[in-house]
């Protein structure tokens, strides 16, 4: 298929446990985001790569949450000693922008639904 | 501090009438908006854009109208369509040209009535 891929689609995982959520974004889009969305709220901004450098984490949580993209496509969200308040779906978007070069739409893949008990 | 506000949780319409939904933001940076549509089990999908130097997009039966000394966006839709039904939501961008996290607003569920 065409559009961003997400794996797991469902994640459950007990306290304290460490999990790694993958993105697989549209092929050539330059720019990956990464999501988490509560229930009952909009999605909130977590990270930011260009190609392979992660340009912006100001969105993640704590130390706990980790996300590399090292060879500028697929994209690994890592989440240590889960908590229960990190139960959320998490959410991976892929653009065709480059900084400066005019706004794309991010498109979204189905989201890991994470749950932590 | 929500900086996207989309102050309806639900909306109910009837099919083939005009739904109108309403999204508020407070912050004067934001240059670009967006409206995502989704449904249960599936990521967001993108449905209409405008950039802050136009008033009003059209696309179809969408059509987004923004008024920023109001700091205020709609969305139109008509006439509505059973598949419409879905949860919308406004999303804005901060002047980087689209290479930043949006913001979102927390959605509102709109429901098309036959």
């Known amino acids: 298929g065409a559009g961003v891929s997400q794996s797991p689609r469902y994640k459950v995982a007990k306290r304290g446990q460490d999990v790694a959520l993958r993105c697989d974004p549209i092929?050539?889009?330059?720019?990956l985001f990464w999501y988490q969305q509560a229930l009952g709220q909009g999605p909130e901004f977590l990270t930011y790569?260009?190609?392979?450098?992660?340009?912006?984490k100001s969105g993640l949580p704590s130390d706990r949450f980790f996300a590399e993209r090292p060879e500028g496509s697929v994209s690994t969200l890592k989440i240590q000693r889960t908590q229960q308040e990190d139960s959320a779906v998490y959410l991976c978007?892929?653009?065709?922008?480059?900084?400066?070069?005019?706004?794309?739409?991010?498109?979204f893949g189905p989201g890991t639904r994470l749950t932590v008990l | 501090d929500q900086q996207v506000k989309q102050n309806s949780p639900s909306l109910s319409v009837q099919e083939g009438r005009i739904s109108i939904l309403n999204c508020d933001y407070t912050?004067?940076?934001?240059?670009?908006f967006l409206w995502y549509k989704k449904y249960p089990a599936e990521g967001p999908t993108f449905l209409i854009s405008?950039?802050?130097?136009?008033d009003k997009n059209e696309d179809g039966r969408f059509t987004v109208f923004l008024n920023k000394s109001a700091k205020h966006l709609s969305l139109h839709i008509v006439p509505s369509q059973p598949g419409d039904s879905a949860v919308y939501f406004c999303?804005?961008?901060?002047?980087?040209?689209?290479?930043?996290?949006?913001?979102f607003g927390k959605g509102t569920h709109l429901i098309i009535q036959p």
């Open positions: 092929s050539g889009h330059v720019s």
């Open positions: 790569f260009q190609n392979e450098a992660q340009l912006d």
């Open positions: 912050n004067s940076m934001f240059d670009y």
């Open positions: 405008i950039s802050s130097i136009k």
């Open positions: 978007a892929s653009s065709k922008t480059l900084v400066g070069q005019g706004y794309n739409e991010q498109f």
């Open positions: 999303a804005a961008s901060a002047g980087r040209g689209g290479a930043d996290g949006l913001t």
